[in-house]
């Protein structure tokens, strides 16, 4: 079988290559880390950084085990027998990636619709783009899934594709299908009950079609939906547009579609909130610090000490500076005192224990821990005889 999936996410999330389709995934973080690597395709992602949006209250030892677990589920689905290993997903020691088009989304075939619905030159153009960002838009992204990282994602697309509704609905009117644009003004609607600007564009729309009763029945609608939802009223400008429809007058029509640019259709990419940025962040703010870190990097100092408060970039530079060493040649081991147990840290036997396991895991040291410990030397000795210090 050769590469080529296309992982869709509106709606919930499904795998499919050929005439095989993937539905259920050996666990939700399974499939959670195969979205993140679909949506950020572009690049490779550290494996603390994979760690740490998936798991980020559990113990070392913990995420460690299911992050090898996710990866060798993910692993059995992507690349089957008789597909070369690596061909699709790929993993090392430090980072972890989706091969160069070993994939598509149904996300990135959406954004790409709307792209070019923003710089079509024509009517025509603009409304066969938004139809088919719209028949890609099977639900919002990955319902039911919650981790820090999906939730700002979510919330651009639904805006994106609230967007493309309403652009959509001046495209059929200025085309000449009204009742198509009808119809996509009741859907802006009921996408977002709360916008008022859909509800006015709507009642304009009836008023348009000689259907002044219905228009009002529409105002009514947004009236009760304000005051039940957020306790207010309709804008001036909306009760205006009531006051002209009784008065029988006709109201402006629509923003010509075709000058309408790409500021209707925002393709901000959003990044995850909390936690490290990616490496190649157009956000990162570079400070006096990170050269001050790099240059201690570039030293091998023995201590490096990190201090701020929370939310300040702390683990954004710390992986920036595990990137800068991997550069160089240094082998990295990531460890966390924080996500170790109480009873991993009740002696100092058993911290130092606990740390000369998870060096010589992510190392992968050819080292029996046991015989080592089992001797009668203290543990200071014990941790100090481990091959990378001897």
Same mark, same amino acid.
């Given at each position: 079988m050769e590469a080529g999936w296309r992982i869709e996410l509106f709606g919930g999330i499904r795998a499919t290559h050929d005439d095989l389709t993937i539905a259920r995934f050996a666990n939700r973080k399974a499939a959670s880390l195969l979205a993140f690597l679909a949506l950020n395709s572009n690049r490779p992602h550290p494996r603390e950084i994979l760690a740490e949006l998936l798991w980020d209250d559990e113990d070392a030892e913990t995420t460690r085990d299911r992050f090898r677990q996710a990866l060798a589920a993910l692993r059995r689905?992507?690349?089957?027998d008789g597909v070369p290993t690596g061909s699709v997903l790929r993993a090392d020691r430090t980072e972890v990636y989706l091969a160069p088009n070993a994939a598509t989304t149904d996300v990135a075939e959406f954004e790409a619709a709307l792209q070019i619905a923003a710089s079509a030159d024509t009517l025509e153009a603009r409304s066969a783009a938004l139809k088919q960002s719209l028949d890609l838009y099977r639900g919002d992204l990955l319902p039911g899934y919650?981790?820090?990282?999906?939730?700002?994602?979510r919330e651009r697309l639904v805006e994106l594709h609230r967007n493309a509704l309403s652009l959509l609905t001046s495209v059929l009117e200025q085309q000449g299908n009204h009742n198509e644009a009808l119809?996509? /003004? +009741? +859907?802006?609607v009921?996408?977002?009950?709360?916008?008022?600007d859909a509800h006015a564009n709507l009642m304009r729309l009836y008023a348009a079609a000689d259907r002044i009763p219905e228009a009002i029945r529409q105002y009514r609608e947004l009236e009760q939906t304000l005051k039940e939802q957020i306790n207010s009223v309709p804008s001036p400008s909306t009760q205006g547009l009531l006051a002209r429809l009784r008065a029988g007058v006709q109201p402006v029509?629509?923003?010509?579609?075709? #000058?309408?640019? $790409? !500021?209707s259709i925002s393709l901000i990419a959003f990044e995850p909130e909390g936690g490290a940025v990616p490496l190649d962040s157009r956000f990162y703010i570079v400070r006096l610090v990170d050269g001050q870190f790099g240059t201690a990097v570039d030293r091998r100092d023995s201590i490096v000490l990190v201090k701020g408060a929370r939310q300040m970039g702390? #683990?954004?530079?710390?992986? !920036?500076?595990? %990137?800068?060493? +991997?550069? $160089?040649? /240094?082998k990295v081991v990531l460890t966390d005192l924080q996500k170790l147990t109480n009873a991993q840290m009740e002696t100092a036997d058993a911290l130092f224990?606990? &740390?000369?396991?998870? @060096?010589?895991? %992510?190392?992968? &040291?050819? @080292?029996?821990?046991?015989?080592?410990?089992? #001797? /009668? +030397? $203290?543990?200071?000795?014990?941790?100090?005889?481990?091959p990378m210090f001897t």
């Open positions: 689905i992507l690349e089957p919650y981790e820090d990282w999906i939730v700002p994602v119809e996509m /003004a +009741r +859907r802006t009921e996408a977002d009950p709360l916008r008022e029509p629509a923003e010509r579609a075709d #000058t309408v640019t $790409s !500021r702390k #683990t954004s530079l710390l992986a !920036r500076g595990l %990137q800068r060493a +991997r550069g $160089s040649g /240094a224990f606990n &740390l000369a396991e998870m @060096i010589a895991e %992510q190392l992968e &040291l050819e @080292i029996d821990l046991g015989a080592l410990w089992g #001797t /009668a +030397r $203290s543990w200071n000795v014990k941790f100090w005889k481990m």
